[in-house]
């Protein structure tokens, strides 16, 4: 079964915002998913785009805001210590010490931390390209 991930770097964040839960909700217009049945973002595989949402529980925003919709320039995920650079994987659910850094092509930058997260995909993915690999 082939594996799937988010690259960051080739995303757009449509939205940040906190709901009245207190959860954060990172909105993502365009999620670009790379799918292998190597690893992907390295070996080859398909890429595609979808909307996807990332919920952090009892977060914290820090930084500097972009206007939005943003397109992410670099990112990546510090889980209990042990950094993902620009990558999440599909599926996704944590529940620890989470924190997702992100910088925008505006130069903004900014974290979302927060005691676990989780990533849901919605509507239907649609196909981009083919990746050679690396």
Do not use: C, W
């Not at 709901?19 to 070996?43: C, M, N, Q, W």
């Not at 990332?54 to 042990?82: R, T, W, Y």
């Not at 992100?102 to 993915?125: H, T």
């Amino acid at each position: 079964m082939p594996s799937r991930i988010i690259e960051l770097h080739d995303s757009t964040i449509e939205r940040i915002a906190t709901d009245l839960e207190g959860k954060i909700r990172v909105a993502f217009s365009s999620a670009y998913i790379h799918v292998s049945d190597g690893t992907p973002g390295i070996d080859k595989g398909s890429g595609f785009v979808q909307r996807a949402e990332l919920q952090v529980e009892q977060g914290i925003i820090s930084g500097s805001l972009p206007p939005f919709p943003s397109d992410i320039s670099d990112g990546s995920m510090v889980l209990d210590g042990i950094r993902r650079d620009n990558t999440i994987p599909i599926p996704f659910e944590f529940l620890g010490s989470f924190n997702l850094l992100l910088v925008f092509v505006s130069g903004d930058s900014m974290s979302v931390q927060g005691i676990g997260a989780r990533l849901s995909l919605q509507g239907n993915p649609k196909y981009i390209e083919e990746f050679p690999g690396r």
